[in-house]
């Protein structure tokens, strides 16, 4: 690569796909990189298996390039959907392809926890939420099914270079707010189309103010306002985290003074308050205290934006300072993954949440994309901790979802409802 960051500066994105694409790209260019990895779920791979094979091939390029993920279906997906799994399991099989199957979890998830995702890689997935990995301080995308055929065929997929918009933080989260709800503010500023096809880049002070699962909130609802990518910089909180789960090898990537930055967003995080996002649209937020009192049927904790153990620990705190949950309220339990459903059951966390009645569910996407899990009964009012509440999301087109923070939530499940 020609010229230096004095003369030629660059954004983390830039920065990130040149080196994917062993190549010096710049924001509107054309780059054909090579993905670290690439992810499938079972709702992505059967499809793109088909278009495999209609260019010829059974077989993959690079088996170790991939990872299959049984997360989206269940057991009470119906015995089409299982079918599908069962393609791709074979498939993974034939091709020695590490398959994550049902109940190890999400895919974005292990993807994060395994060490997959880490600084200087562009990690692509088959599913929206992908962006997650942007945390990380690698370039984390979602990609269709007939992209990541293209991967499977020669190991390679091309990316328009995006834009950059720069999320300049300020100042700490007072307690009560949490990083769900700078997710949804940005939502609320920006609109659901507000950063399409560029890169959020995450910066300023606040930064260092927010822990890992904070980052990886962010980064997984980038997508949501139609971002292509949620990065965040490589510093001492994402380091000392890449230590514990036991990662050495990866190259920090960091944007140069004077990079060509489309917008500066600057958010206070020590101004903000709770927020809740109205049926049916990610970006209808409104301060959730200004709503309001609104009974609600279910509260759902989990998947790939609320399933961590810091979301269970402060959802179990307030339901148990409480000593009930409203008798109301289904509250719906679905860890992000093992390791996190391991922990809970080890810490007696699981068993808590049981007897205060709520209902836990083998790890995975559950109920978020209406595919497996508890899905909601007709006209039932949802407080959930995803990241979607579109008409129908569920399951059910005639459920009303709210988008809140896990200790929303809680709160909600206590109260029988939010607002005023």
């Known amino acids: 690569m020609k010229g230096t960051a004095l003369d030629n500066p660059k954004t983390i994105a830039e920065k990130l796909l040149s080196r994917a694409a062993d190549a010096n790209v710049r924001a509107g260019d054309i780059a054909v990189c090579r993905p670290s990895y690439a992810m499938g779920t079972d709702g992505s791979i059967p499809m793109a298996i088909d278009y495999l094979a209609g260019m010829g091939r059974t077989r993959v390029a690079d088996a170790g390039q991939l990872l299959f993920a049984m997360d989206h279906y269940g057991i009470s997906s119906g015995p089409n959907a299982l079918a599908l799994q069962a393609k791709a399991r074979k498939f993974a099989h034939e091709n020695d392809i590490q398959l994550f199957d049902v109940g190890d979890g999400i895919g974005h998830q292990l993807l994060i926890e395994k060490g ?76 659901a189309d507000g950063a399409n096809y560029m890169a959020l880049e995450f910066a300023g002070p606040g930064v260092a103010t927010l822990d890992m699962d904070d980052r990886i909130v962010l980064s997984n609802m980038a997508v949501e306002i139609g971002a292509k990518a949620g990065i965040f910089p490589c510093d001492s909180v994402l380091e000392d985290w890449l230590q514990r789960v036991g990662v050495g090898d990866y190259t920090p990537i960091a944007a140069d003074e004077g990079a060509q930055i489309e917008q ?71 860890p992000a993954s093992g390791q996190i459903y391991t922990e809970m059951q080890s810490t007696g966390m699981l068993g808590r949440f049981r007897a205060l009645g709520a209902q836990v569910e083998l790890p995975g996407c559950g109920a978020c994309c209406g595919t497996c899990g508890t899905i909601p009964a007709n006209g039932q009012k949802i407080i959930s901790s995803a990241n979607r509440n579109f008409r129908g999301r569920m399951g059910n087109a005639t459920a009303e979802i709210y988008l809140a923070s896990s200790l929303s939530c809680a709160h909600a499940a206590v109260r029988g409802g939010f607002g005023q």
């Not at 945390?135 to 990316?159: E, H, K, P, R, Y």
């Not at 927020?275 to 009974?295: C, G, K, S």
């Not at 339901?319 to 719906?332: K, L, M």
Request: charged fraction near 20%.
């Open 116 to 191: 997959i995702a880490a600084p200087g890689r562009l990690v692509v997935g088959a599913d929206s939420h992908a962006t997650s990995y942007g945390a990380l301080n690698c370039f984390g995308t979602g990609i269709g099914s007939s992209d990541l055929a293209g991967v499977m065929f020669c190991g390679q997929m091309w990316l328009e270079v995006p834009r950059t918009i720069r999320v300049h933080l300020l100042g700490r989260l007072p307690e009560g707010v949490s990083a769900k709800d700078i997710a949804l503010v940005l939502a609320r500023r920006m609109g």
């Open 264 to 334: 500066v967003v600057e958010v206070d995080l020590s101004a903000l308050r709770p927020q809740i996002a109205l049926p049916h649209r990610v970006d209808n937020v409104t301060d959730l205290e200004a709503q309001p009192f609104t009974p609600v049927d279910v509260v759902y904790l989990g998947t790939c934006t609320g399933g961590r153990m810091r979301d269970y620990h402060e959802a179990l705190e307030v339901i148990t300072r409480a000593g009930r949950i409203s008798d109301e309220v289904q509250v719906v339990v679905t």
